[in-house]
């Protein structure tokens, strides 16, 4: 009997073990509800999409900004907001020399509030540019991070124009990690996602360069499926399982800070001052 007990006790360990892995929560730190996903995936589907997933809370950016205002109206406990520059999808290549876009990101300032302006793509000299410098401006006057898919050169070129800035270097700037860490050293507000790309894990684990630099720097990395275009929307609950699956192999501390908690110290505190 007592053997039958300790044999039942083993098997609800092993059984809960999982399940609480399972039940991790994920702060999905690159979404993006463009035009094109907010047709095909109405803004209720969105949200039930993200609730099946398990993400409790997504910092969300849209071309146009349309899209995250109407995902924010229908998941506003979800939904955190950052600004993308971009009109439509077009701007992804020329927004840097396009006046236009500072008209329009002045205009969104004005109506709307954000925690963050991106997700935006910036590299090298361009980063210098007078729309990109006018748009840093605006983020600095609104006290807003800059999530910026650049190289390391347009990652410098911001923080000489702005030393206080906060950035969020999404995909970790497709960076090898040794690159990853001297920048994450070199500059202390500078925190990644992970979005779109698996290099830095599989099979459940991390990778073991990955690895030492998530439990050196366990405050810097988040998780992102990045929904760049709407297929992606229907990769949003395979990513939070993927994540859940490799985060499972970490110290639960660090674990638990890359899935939700970093995204909640840097956004959730800061967006429900402005909300
Ligand atoms: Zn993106």
Redesign the pocket.
Known sequence: MRDLVGAAALAAAAWIVPASAAELPIFDA?V?YSHDAVESLPPKAAAALLRQAGVKRALV?SSNDDGTQKLLAEAPDIVIPELRPYRTRADTAGWTRDPGIVAYVEERLAKYRYVAIG?FHLYGADADLPVPRRMVELARKHGLMLHA?SDADAVERLYAQWREARILW??AGFERPEKVREMLARYPTLVADL??RTDHASGGKPAPEWRALFIEFPDRFMV?T???VPERWHFVPEHARWSREWLADLPPDVAERIAWKNGEALFGAAWAGKR
């Open positions: 690159h993006h950016s997700e898919h999404a995909h979005a779109f992102g990045d929904t760049y």
